[in-house]
């Protein structure tokens, strides 16, 4: 998950999550991340510039591995979508905290870098999930009535706030094992009507 980073980024990343998690983005702050890891600012600013410099990290982490994978042309539709969601689960359930950075739009509002890396993230993210779709589309194994990016709107939205739902809650339900009854349902309505 954290590849291409030194041990102490990889540190003051996970801090970091764990500041979001206790206490939101705003929460966030050089001093704090240095009391927690019982250091001085100076030495967290040997390994990032600045606050803004550790997000872009954490967005790279949540590019690098909830992305949908590419698959094989013979791996059946369903299969992918059904890889993906769970991917996505495992990610999010590892580390909570990415979902307070991934699914706050607002608190990058006054940065347009991170506003327009999210977006991208999400963009690509859609843009795989419809290629997945269309090509499901065209092999029969996914329901043709519905257009490819509704499709996708629809798994993308329902995910987002099955997600949310899990973190408003406290994440007091198992995220991976409630995904995967959400996802044999999302694999009841994205099959070919009969």
Known sequence: MFEGLTDRQKEIIKVSLEIISEKGIQGLTIKNIAVKTGTVESAVYRHFSGKIDILHAVLDIIKKNSLPETYKDDTNTVTQIEQTLRSHFKTFDSFPALVAV????????????LADRTKDIMQ????????IIKN???????RSDIKP?????????TFRTFVKQWRMSDYEFNLVQ???ELINSVKILIKPCA
Do not use: P, R, Y
């Not at 991934?102 to 870098?113: L, R």
């Open 102 to 113: 991934f699914f706050s739009e607002d608190m990058f509002q006054s940065n347009n870098i």
């Open 124 to 131: 690509t993210s859609m843009n795989k999930m419809m290629k």
């Open 136 to 142: 499901g589309q065209k092999k029969g194994e996914l």
């Open 149 to 157: 990016e509704h499709l996708a709107a629809v798994i993308a939205g």
């Open 178 to 180: 409630k995904g995967e």
